[in-house]
Antibody, heavy 120, light 109 residues
Framework: QVQLQESGPGLVKPSETLSLTCTVS??????????WGWIRQAPGKGLEWIGS???????SYNPSLKSRVTISVDTSTNQFSLRLKSVTAADTAVYYC????????????WGQGTLVTVSS | QSALTQPASVSGSPGQSITIACTGT?????????VSWYQQHSGKAPKLMIY???NRPSGVSDRFSGSKSGNTASLTISGLQAEDEAHYYC?????????FGGGTKLTVL
């Protein structure tokens, strides 16, 4: 059973960089069938895809966030990470990591989510 | 890119059937058979209920079914149960991107 767990600071100051890591267990991040993605959900709002990465480092990003987002992968630790720069209050959300079938298909395994608040 | 369009809310009585529509364009829902549906209970992570328009993951009740016609996908829940009360989100592939719907709150009366 694949499990994902997000980790990182729960509070980030405006204009700084949000950094989160997702640790994958019960399966290898080196899968040739899956991408690994980040999705966020602002309080009381819907889901928003941030971006996804393949074990080789190939990425795809939401065009609306692309200029501020970097997703990276570390196959030696079975982890992938999210960096979102120049954050504002609008970036306050629960951030989920998830396993992504192919590049654009469904998300079948999700982390529990972590709330990141942007505030001074 | 715009989010997919879903009704904000639907409701039904136990035992009844409901359908949630998800409307996109020919560049997403209508162009690919990569539509999925997620159930989210309050404070929990989303759970995959339907993938590739019509397929159910192992362990998901056969009361849940999906379909698509043109640019609109639909999720149908038959034999409504109290535990089905949750938010439901559709999602679709769209050229090197992923779109989600705004979500639909299902209330079981």
């Amino acid at each position: 059973q694949v499990q994902l767990q997000e980790s990182g600071p729960g509070l980030v100051k405006p204009s700084e960089t949000l950094s989160l890591t997702c640790t994958v267990s019960g399966g290898s991040i080196n899968s040739r069938s899956h991408y690994w993605g980040w999705i966020r959900q602002a309080p009381g709002k819907g889901l928003e895809w941030i971006g996804s990465i393949f074990y080789s480092g190939t990425t795809s990003y939401n065009p609306s966030l692309k200029s501020r987002v970097t997703i990276s992968v570390d196959t030696s630790t079975n982890q992938f990470s999210l960096r979102l720069k120049s954050v504002t209050a609008a970036d306050t959300a629960v951030y989920y990591c998830a396993r992504h079938e192919g590049n654009g298909d469904f998300f079948d395994y999700w982390g529990q989510g972590t709330l990141v608040t942007v505030s001074s | 890119q715009s989010a997919l369009t879903q009704p904000a809310s639907v409701s039904g009585s136990p035992g009844q059937s409901i359908t949630i529509a998800c409307t996109g364009t020919s560049s997403d829902v209508g162009g690919y058979n990569y539509v999925s549906w997620y159930q989210q209970h309050s404070g929990k992570a989303p759970k995959l209920m339907i993938y590739d328009v019509t397929n159910r993951p192992s362990g998901v009740s056969d009361r849940f079914s999906g379909s698509k016609s043109g640019n609109t996908a639909s999720l149908t829940i038959s034999g409504l149960q109290a535990e089905d009360e949750a938010h439901y989100y559709c999602s679709s592939y769209s050229t090197n991107s992923v779109l989600f719907g705004g979500g639909t709150k299902l209330t079981v009366l």
